[in-house]
C-alpha cells in the first residue's frame, strides 16, 4: 500500500524480484577513508546474493573482500515520476573455492569490460531494503 507520500516500503522478496531485472547498479564502499560509489554491471546468484565480475587486478574486489558493503539498483521514469530503488547491505568476499569459481564461470555473469581470469565478488543479502515511487504529483 502506497503512503501519501506516493512511497511504498517493499518486502525483500519484492527486492530481489526486482534486483533481477536491472542491468547495472552501485557498489557503496570505502576508498582510503572516504566513501565510494562505482557503477557495475551483476546478477543474482541463487536469487539471494549480488554477484559481480571483475579483473583480478581490480582495485575494487581487493577494497571489498571481507567488508561489510552496500549495493544498490533502481529504475526509474522521469515522465510519469515513478519508478524503484533497492539496496542489499551485506558482506563482500572474493570467491576462491575452485568448485563455485568454476560454477559461477559457466552461470552467465560476465563483466561488460572485458576480462581474462575473471574474479567474481559475492556481497550476501544480509540487509534488503527498497521502496517503490508511484506517480508523486508536482508541487507548484
Known sequence: MFQGDGFRALDR?????????????????????LPAVLPVNF????????????SPASDLARAIDGVVVAFEADEFDAA???????????????????A????????????WMPLRDAVY??????IVTGRELSGASRTQ
Open 13 to 33: 522478496q519484492e527486492c530481489l524480484r526486482l534486483l533481477s531485472t536491472a542491468p547495472v547498479g552501485r557498489v557503496v564502499y570505502t576508498r582510503q577513508a
Open 100 to 111: 563455485e569459481h568454476e560454477r559461477l564461470s559457466h552461470a552467465g555473469l560476465s563483466s
Open 121 to 126: 565478488v559475492r556481497i550476501e543479502s544480509e
Open 43 to 54: 546478477a543474482l546468484d541463487t536469487d539471494t546474493s549480488v554477484l559481480l565480475s571483475t
Open 80 to 98: 510519469t515520476r515513478s519508478g524503484w530503488s533497492v539496496v542489499v547491505t551485506g558482506q563482500a568476499t572474493v570467491v576462491t573455492d575452485p
